[in-house]
């Protein structure tokens, strides 16, 4: 969500995301991402966190097809570029920003017969919420986007306004401080929370939530 231009890291394990553009292969289509840590930032790199969860979407564990789905904080738009191609209808949002880059991600990895079912929308969490249906999509999608504390409160006001009792919510991160497992904390205040998916060599989980019914006095 944070467009937050970097300084350039000498990190030999980071120079990946220097790299104007990253590939992939998921739901047999070959993908080039562009990138542009030096301009945008971490909005504008593929980060391991989206890499796994196009993994998980792959194996099949989460009904896709005919599924109304929405990205947060997409970035580069990998995720919900996948998730597409798996047979999705597909909202990518990010910041106002990102979207003139996310959108040529959208139109250059996803073919012209499948370009009806993917939205490219704005969308700062916290902030006109009222422009997307509530409980309106069948699978809210975010990969990496635990990360900034102050975040946190508008992230799960937004979760709140996206989910019905019967949407699955599906967050990829890494677990780097105690505010991240303190988001997990917040959020299993209104959902459940499971851990379906673990990468232990890029360190990723990926859980799987659900809105909790509030249970009413008789």
Same mark, same amino acid.
């Given at each position: ?5 970097? &300084? ?36 504008? /790199? ?6 796994? *969860? ?5 194996? @099949? ?18 995720? @919900?570029?996948?998730?597409?191609? !798996? @047979? ?12 003139? $880059? #996310?959108?040529?991600?959208?139109? /250059? ?9 993917? &939205? ?14 509530? @409980?309106? $999509?069948?699978?809210? !999608?975010?990969?990496?986007?635990? %990360?900034?504390?102050?975040? $946190? /409160?508008? !992230? #799960? ?10 949407? /699955?919510? #599906? ?14 904390? *917040?959020?299993?205040?209104? $959902?459940?929370?499971?851990?379906? %998916? %673990? ?15 509030? &249970?009413?006095?008789?």
């Amino acid at each position: 969500m944070a467009l937050v231009p970097y &300084v350039e890291n000498p990190l030999p394990a980071l120079s990946k995301l220097h790299n104007s553009s990253a590939q992939f292969r998921f739901a047999d289509r070959d993908l080039r991402l562009a990138q542009d840590w030096k301009q945008l930032g971490v909005a504008a /790199v593929v980060w391991d966190a989206a890499v796994v *969860m196009c993994v998980y979407l792959e194996l @099949g564990k989460v009904e896709l097809r005919g599924k109304e789905a929405i990205e947060l904080g997409a970035g580069t738009g990998l995720v @919900g570029i996948v998730a597409a191609l !798996l @047979g999705a209808k597909v909202t990518i949002t990010d910041r106002q920003p990102a979207l003139d $880059f #996310l959108s040529a991600n959208v139109n /250059v990895n996803v073919p012209a017969d499948l370009q009806g079912s993917v &939205v490219v929308s704005e969308l700062s969490w916290g902030e006109g919420l009222e422009r997307y249906p509530a @409980g309106g $999509f069948d699978l809210v !999608l975010g990969a990496d986007i635990v %990360y900034l504390e102050d975040t $946190f /409160v508008p !992230l #799960l006001r937004t979760l709140e306004h996206l989910c019905s009792d019967s949407t /699955v919510l #599906l967050l990829a991160c890494k677990i780097r401080y105690k505010r991240d497992t303190d988001f997990l904390s *917040m959020l299993r205040r209104r $959902f459940t929370v499971e851990e379906v %998916y %673990y990468d232990k060599h890029r360190d990723i989980h990926v859980y799987k939530s659900q809105k909790v019914t509030p &249970v009413r006095d008789l």
